[in-house]
């Protein structure tokens, strides 16, 4: 008896070791099996992540990239406009102060001419004065002797006939000039009103061109923005979809470990007791690690995205904010430009009208003079 005793003594114990033996192997099993489940779990989460924010990495450098390379042809556009704008002004400049100083001196030859003209049609009459003098005085050293009366009395009645046809000359002469007077003050304010409305018409066209740059520009806007929205809503959709899988996944998951757990349980609840206490004080712990240190590295990256965002954004309103000054000062050289341009067209016609007047004047008393 008491080596039968013995013997099931033994036996409990030998069957004891290799019973808890197997549930350690197996438990050892278990673990490892967990360990590469998760490690394959997290790997390929992993991979999705990295493949995901790679996309997204590569997207916002391409968009900025374009951007730059915008800015750049727009830059590069704006200087050719504005090199050819100075060359045409330039070109304009020169050509209107050449035809000036042409007109100038066509002026002063003309005036140069008339002068010589001038003089020598009254070194002509002088002569002619003279020699018809001269002829009368040896007239009348022939003929002083009868003809004395006779001169006086011609004498007489030429000088009343040359004061009567003067004063007619000039009384007609002066109702001429008070005739052409009205004409030439309607021929002035007919000028006058086509170059007011000239000038109303050039601000209504530049009212309009100002109404549709603003336009355009609020319709780029608007699409821009449109865009970013629909951007931004799809990508919280896509986000909610991923979330909503990963989700599910590791429900999943959670009910296959607790199937395998109510397994093993079943087969060893009393043996396995403290090991399933350690073994979820385990999981526990790796589960909070797990997620704190996912936190860290969710919050620093989207710190990362939002720095990024922001220094895009901040870019791109100083860009626009300079490029609107910049368009502003072009629009008020432009205006000061055209001003000065049309001031001195304005008084170059005055000036020549006036001279056209007074050149008028001048040949019509001369023409009534003669």
């Given at each position: 008896?008491?080596?039968?005793?013995?013997?099931?003594?033994?036996?409990?114990?030998?069957?004891?070791?290799?019973?808890?033996?197997?549930?350690?192997?197996?438990?050892?099993?278990?673990?490892?099996?967990?360990?590469?489940?998760?490690?394959?779990?997290?790997?390929?989460?992993?991979?999705?992540?990295?493949?995901?924010?790679?996309r997204v990495v590569v997207i916002l450098q391409r968009y900025a990239r374009q951007w730059m390379a915008k800015?750049?042809?727009?830059?590069?556009?704006?200087?050719?406009?504005?090199?050819?704008?100075?060359?045409?002004?330039t070109i304009d400049l020169q050509r209107l102060f050449r035809g000036y100083k042409g007109r100038q001196r066509a002026q002063g030859l003309r005036e140069e001419y008339l002068q010589r003209k001038r003089?020598?049609?009254?070194?002509?009459?002088?002569?002619?004065?003279?020699?018809?003098?001269?002829?009368?005085?040896?007239?009348?050293?022939?003929?002083?002797?009868?003809?004395?009366?006779?001169?006086?009395?011609?004498?007489?009645?030429?000088?009343?006939?040359?004061?009567?046809?003067?004063?007619?000359?000039?009384?007609?002469?002066?109702?001429?000039?008070?005739?052409?007077?009205?004409?030439?003050?309607?021929?002035?304010?007919?000028?006058?009103?086509?170059?007011?409305?000239?000038r109303l018409w050039r601000e209504a066209v530049e009212a309009q061109e100002r109404l549709w740059a603003a336009i355009e520009i609020q319709r780029c806007w608007r699409g821009y923005s449109g865009r970013v929205r629909f951007e931004n809503c799809f990508e919280e959709l896509w986000r909610r979809e991923m979330m909503a899988v990963v989700v599910q996944r590791n429900f999943r998951g959670h009910v296959a470990r607790s199937k395998v757990r109510k397994l093993l349980r079943a087969h060893a609840r009393e043996?396995?007791?403290?090991?399933?206490?350690?073994?979820?004080?385990?999981?526990?712990?790796?589960?909070?690690?797990?997620?704190?240190?996912?936190?860290?590295?969710?919050?620093?990256?989207?710190?990362?995205?939002?720095?990024?965002?922001?220094?895009?954004?901040?870019i791109a309103r100083g860009w626009s904010v300079r490029r609107a000054l910049w368009n502003q000062v072009i629009h008020q050289k432009a205006t000061v430009m055209a001003a000065l341009v049309r001031g001195f067209l304005v008084r170059r016609r005055k000036r020549r009208m006036l001279a056209k007047v007074i050149r008028l004047q001048r040949a019509y008393r001369r023409f009534r003079n003669l």
């Amino acid at each position: 008896l008491r080596k039968h005793k013995a013997a099931t003594a033994i036996q409990r114990v030998a069957v004891g070791m290799i019973t808890r033996n197997k549930l350690k192997h197996l438990h050892q099993s278990a673990t490892h099996m967990q360990r590469l489940v998760r490690g394959g779990l997290a790997r390929r989460r992993y991979k999705r992540l990295h493949g995901w924010k790679t996309r997204v990495v590569v997207i916002l450098q391409r968009y900025a990239r374009q951007w730059m390379a915008k800015r750049e042809i727009a830059r590069r556009q704006e200087e050719r406009r504005q090199d050819l704008m100075l060359v045409k002004a330039t070109i304009d400049l020169q050509r209107l102060f050449r035809g000036y100083k042409g007109r100038q001196r066509a002026q002063g030859l003309r005036e140069e001419y008339l002068q010589r003209k001038r003089q020598t049609a009254g070194a002509i009459k002088i002569q002619r004065q003279v020699r018809r003098v001269q002829a009368a005085v040896r007239v009348d050293v022939l003929r002083r002797a009868r003809m004395t009366e006779m001169e006086k009395a011609a004498t007489l009645l030429r000088k009343m006939w040359l004061g009567a046809r003067t004063r007619r000359k000039y009384q007609q002469l002066r109702r001429e000039y008070k005739a052409a007077e009205g004409k030439i003050i309607t021929i002035q304010r007919f000028v006058r009103g086509c170059m007011c409305r000239l000038r109303l018409w050039r601000e209504a066209v530049e009212a309009q061109e100002r109404l549709w740059a603003a336009i355009e520009i609020q319709r780029c806007w608007r699409g821009y923005s449109g865009r970013v929205r629909f951007e931004n809503c799809f990508e919280e959709l896509w986000r909610r979809e991923m979330m909503a899988v990963v989700v599910q996944r590791n429900f999943r998951g959670h009910v296959a470990r607790s199937k395998v757990r109510k397994l093993l349980r079943a087969h060893a609840r009393e043996e396995f007791e403290l090991a399933r206490t350690r073994f979820r004080a385990a999981q526990r712990i790796q589960a909070l690690a797990r997620g704190v240190h996912s936190r860290k590295r969710t919050r620093h990256r989207l710190a990362l995205c939002t720095y990024s965002a922001v220094q895009i954004q901040r870019i791109a309103r100083g860009w626009s904010v300079r490029r609107a000054l910049w368009n502003q000062v072009i629009h008020q050289k432009a205006t000061v430009m055209a001003a000065l341009v049309r001031g001195f067209l304005v008084r170059r016609r005055k000036r020549r009208m006036l001279a056209k007047v007074i050149r008028l004047q001048r040949a019509y008393r001369r023409f009534r003079n003669l």
